[in-house]
T-cell receptor
Framework: GEDVEQSLFLSVREGDSSVINCTYTDSSSTYLYWYKQEPGAGLQLLTYIFSNMDMKQDQRLTVLLNKKDKHLSLRIADTQTGDSAIYFCAEMRTGTASKLTFGTGTRLQVTL | DTAVSQTPKYLVTQMGNDKSIKCEQNLGHDTMYWYKQDSKKFLKIMFSYNNKELIINETVPNRFSPKSPDKAHLNLHINSLELGDSAVYFC??????????????FGPGTRLTVL
C-alpha cells in the first residue's frame, strides 16, 4: 500500500528498552529516518540510516533496517521518562525531490 | 535564536474566512515545506519551495496558496476556510534538495481551529 505503517502505541517501564517498528513502502527509498515529536512541539530528527546499511548505532539509539522486508526499527536503550513522545519513521522515496513520507506515528509512554 | 519560527501559534476562526500563517527560517536553508498534521497525528506534506520555486505541490485544494517572497520565508494563505482544515500546520526547512540525507528542521506548529 501507500502508507508507511507503525503501531499506534507502546508502553514501557523506565530503564527498559523500547522497540518501535515501521514498515515502509518503497524498496528503493534512499534514506529512512526517525523523528521525535514531544507534546505541543514540532518534529525533531533523531537519527537516519542510508539504505545500504543494515544497522546504525548512536548512543542509546539503534536503528535496524531490513530491506528485504521493508522493515525499520528503532531501539531505545535504558528508556527514560523524557523519551515519552510520538515517534515517526519517514522515507525519502526516489525521484521525489526531497519529499518525506511519514509513518502513522507511535506514541511511546514511559512509566515509572 | 536560530530556528524555524511560525506565527501565529494558535488561530481560531470562523468557516468561510481567509487566513494566513507565516513561516521564517534563519538557518540559511534554501528549501522550505508546509506539512499538515491531522487530529490522528498523521503528517502529510502539502508544498515545498526551493529558492522561491515551487517543487512539490501535493493534492491540496486550491484554496491553499503558498507564497515565498524570499528563500527565508514561506507563507501559507487559506481562502474560504472549512471545518476540515482544522489541523496543526508545520513549516520546515532543509539545506538543499540535493543534500545527502536532507535533515528537515521543523517549526513549532500553528494549531488552526475552524468553527
Amino acid at each position: 500500500g501507500e502508507d508507511v505503517e507503525q503501531s499506534l502505541f507502546l508502553s514501557v517501564r523506565e530503564g527498559d528498552s523500547s522497540v518501535i517498528n515501521c514498515t515502509y513502502t518503497d524498496s528503493s527509498s534512499t534514506y529512512l529516518y526517525w523523528y521525535k515529536q514531544e507534546p505541543g512541539a514540532g518534529l525533531q530528527l533523531l537519527t537516519y540510516i542510508f539504505s545500504n546499511m543494515d544497522m546504525k548505532q548512536d548512543q542509546r539509539l539503534t536503528v535496524l533496517l531490513n530491506k528485504k522486508d521493508k522493515h525499520l526499527s528503532l531501539r531505545i536503550a535504558d528508556t527514560q521518562t523524557g523519551d515519552s513522545a510520538i515517534y515517526f519513521c519517514a522515507e525519502m522515496r526516489t525521484g521525489t525531490a526531497s519529499k518525506l513520507t511519514f509513518g502513522t506515528g507511535t506514541r511511546l509512554q514511559v512509566t515509572l | 535564536d536560530t530556528a524555524v519560527s511560525q506565527t501565529p501559534k494558535y488561530l481560531v476562526t470562523q468557516m468561510g474566512n481567509d487566513k494566513s500563517i507565516k513561516c521564517e527560517q534563519n538557518l540559511g536553508h534554501d528549501t522550505m515545506y508546509w506539512y499538515k498534521q491531522d487530529s490522528k497525528k498523521f503528517l502529510k506534506i502539502m508544498f515545498s519551495y526551493n529558492n522561491k520555486e515551487l517543487i512539490i505541490n501535493e493534492t491540496v485544494p486550491n484554496r491553499f496558496s503558498p507564497k515565498s517572497p524570499d528563500k527565508a520565508h514561506l507563507n501559507l494563505h487559506i481562502n474560504s476556510l472549512e471545518l476540515g482544515d482544522s489541523a496543526v500546520y508545520f513549516c520546515a526547512s532543509s539545506h538543499s534538495r540535493t543534500s545527502s540525507y536532507n535533515e528537515q528542521f521543523f517549526g513549532p506548529g500553528t494549531r488552526l481551529t475552524v468553527l
